[in-house]
């Protein structure tokens, strides 16, 4: 999906919607979630946003998940604004602030922090550059993009060294991820599909643009790389196995990523047709049924083993219309 659709489906661990944003379609509903799962257990809940609450219905969006307060502009102001809202040096300073008063408080607390700078359309000012480009990069959509990201990380590290001053980061929990594609195919001309090639050694392709990040860091565990598929939908059985949170009692879609290394299934939607998928080897795009589809090799996957069946394919079908089916019947929140 896109931004708001990765804070439905990593907070519910649910497919979005068939068309449209979950925001859109599924905020009307009282939705079990991450939030709601973690309040059972004591926690404090709160989510952190430069942009206006009301940007893509993300104010029904919160009641929808059961956070129990959030922080957009009104909270983060105008100063030092870049793109939709105050720039990430902004976002992680008052946000670091508000998290040494939670973390001093008598209870535990979940926190959603979403960053915009590295958004496109990724002309950040000069005033943020943190790295020098080689002369061929300059002025290129690639370069932008890079020079973006840049800045993104080195306002997260100044984050994550201020969370450490204020004795927050031992004692938490850290999941980092993206919340959709990076660099889009379809906006590189040829200048800018030479420096990919550059860089990667080969073509960038469809499987390398759906690959996001996905870092935890928690006490107890050790630095190790992990080759299995996943997706944004299997982040709440992960944390909540992490935090030691049952999930027993709350229908889910993903998987436990830690503990689940055998084969995952990803049902793909909004950029690409219902009926796609994510295998362990294969991005399969179907066309009109299963037989005219295509098939292109994940990142790093060996060509000549990518395969997919009609058995997987019908089984993404079936996941997207149970989830379509359980969200319908919840009930509507106040």
């Not at 300073?93 to 535990?108: F, G, I, N, V």
């Not at 080195?154 to 660099?183: C, T």
């Not at 709440?236 to 689940?260: I, W």
């Not at 991005?283 to 049924?289: D, K, R, S, V």
């Amino acid at each position: 999906g896109n931004t708001s659709d990765a804070e439905f489906v990593v907070n519910t661990s649910f497919y979005i919607p068939p068309r449209g944003a979950a925001t859109q379609h599924y905020a009307d509903r009282v939705l079990p979630s991450l939030p709601r799962l973690l309040q059972g257990e004591g926690y404090d809940t709160a989510t952190f946003h430069t942009n206006v609450v009301e940007f893509w219905n993300r104010g029904e969006l919160y009641k929808a998940l059961g956070f129990n307060r959030y922080y957009d502009k009104a909270f983060f102001g105008d100063e030092d604004k870049l793109f939709f809202g105050a720039s990430d040096d902004a976002l992680y300073s008052k946000t670091a602030a508000e998290l040494k008063k939670m973390d001093e408080a008598d209870k535990p607390f979940y926190t959603q922090v979403i960053s915009m700078s590295a958004h496109h359309p990724f002309t950040i000012p000069e005033d943020k550059y943190r790295m020098t480009l080689p002369e061929r990069y300059e002025g290129t959509f690639v370069g932008d993009y890079i020079r973006s990201q840049n800045y993104a990380d080195d306002a997260l590290g100044k984050f994550i060294e201020q969370l450490k001053k204020d004795g927050v980061w031992d004692n938490s929990l850290v999941v980092l991820y993206g919340d959709h594609l990076g660099l889009p195919i379809y906006s590189l001309d040829n200048k800018d599909k030479e420096l990919m090639h550059e860089i990667y050694g080969r073509d960038y392709n469809s499987g390398d643009m759906i690959n996001i990040p996905l870092m935890i860091h928690g006490e107890g565990l050790q630095p190790e790389v992990k080759e299995q598929v996943g997706g944004q939908i299997d982040l709440l059985p992960t944390v909540a196995n992490l935090l030691g949170v049952s999930m027993d009692h709350q229908l889910h879609f993903g998987q436990d990523l830690l503990n689940h290394t055998d084969n995952n299934l990803l049902p793909e939607r909004y950029y690409l047709p219902s009926g796609t998928f994510i295998n362990n080897t294969t991005l399969y795009i179907p066309g009109i049924g299963f037989e005219d589809g295509t098939k292109h090799p994940l990142p790093n996957a060996d060509e000549k083993k990518t395969q997919a069946t009609k058995e997987e394919f019908e089984r993404a079908l079936q996941l997207l219309h149970l989830s379509d089916s359980y969200i319908r019947q919840l009930p509507y929140h106040k």
